[in-house]
């Protein structure tokens, strides 16, 4: 079945550093989708990525649909202590109402 | 909005009780998915429903588990009977059919059996 490897599964940095983390996957998705999990809550959605090359940013986050459709990576610039929580990657294989699939997640610590 | 609604937010029950979970999608999503979370597995899909119909089952475990959806508004996912490795958060999101971005997660029950 559909694999997702994420990377690194957890970071320790200072705030105001930048962050990065990225998803593999043995297959194709048509959808890239990066969440967020505070601890208590479920994910929420922040950036969705639909086509091969794409570069969104929301903010401080910054995420790559890879060329390959295989990978996508999330960048964080300037950390700050609000961004503490568990980040995952998630691919789609068609628009729409299809089951994700999720990377096992990084989880981010930021000492102040 | 309110978002996803799930109740309860925490159970704690014996090993042989059955245990439902429930969960009302937002207003007009037409889609529900119902994941389980734990340590060593991560996100699992468990099941998924197209406007109240099952698509795909085929992430639930066994058949102690069974999920219900009779109309657009609510969904349970019952567990019977309940065994300690059953426990974990699950989380219920919702979408529209329509719409390719993702999905809105409720915040979760969490299960633990004792």
């Known amino acids: 079945g559909q694999q997702l490897n994420q990377s690194p599964q957890s970071m320790f940095i200072q705030e105001g550093e930048d962050v990065s983390m990225n998803c593999t996957s043995s297959?194709?998705?048509?959808?890239w989708l990066w969440y967020k999990q505070d601890p208590g809550e479920g994910p929420v959605l922040l950036i969705a990525?639909?086509?091969?090359?794409e570069l969104t940013s929301n903010g401080r986050l910054t995420a790559q649909f890879g060329i390959t459709r295989k990978d996508s990576f999330l960048n964080i610039s300037a950390s700050i202590p609000s961004d503490v929580g568990i980040y995952f990657c998630?691919?789609?294989?068609?628009?729409?109402?299809?089951?994700?699939?999720f990377g096992q997640g990084t989880r981010l610590t930021i000492n102040p | 909005d309110a978002g996803v609604i799930q109740s309860p937010r925490h159970e704690v029950t014996e090993m042989g009780q059955e245990v439902t979970l429930r969960c009302k999608p937002i207003?007009?999503?037409?889609?529900l998915f119902w994941y389980r979370q734990t340590m060593m597995r991560g996100l699992e899909l468990l099941i998924y429903?197209?406007?109240?119909?099952?698509?795909?089952d085929s992430g639930m475990p066994e058949d102690r588990f069974s999920a219900k959806m009779p109309n657009a508004s609510f969904s349970t996912l019952k567990i019977q009977p309940s065994e300690p490795r059953d426990s974990a958060v699950y989380f219920c999101?919702?979408?529209?059919?329509?719409?390719?971005?993702?999905?809105?997660f409720g915040s979760g029950t969490r299960l633990t059996v004792v």
């Open positions: 999101a919702s979408s529209l059919l329509s719409v390719g971005y993702g999905y809105t």
């Open positions: 297959s194709i998705f048509n959808t």
């Open positions: 990525l639909y086509k091969a090359g």
């Open positions: 998630a691919g789609q294989l068609g628009q729409g109402a299809q089951k994700l699939v």
């Open positions: 207003s007009g999503h037409n889609s």
């Open positions: 429903f197209n406007n109240n119909v099952p698509i795909d």
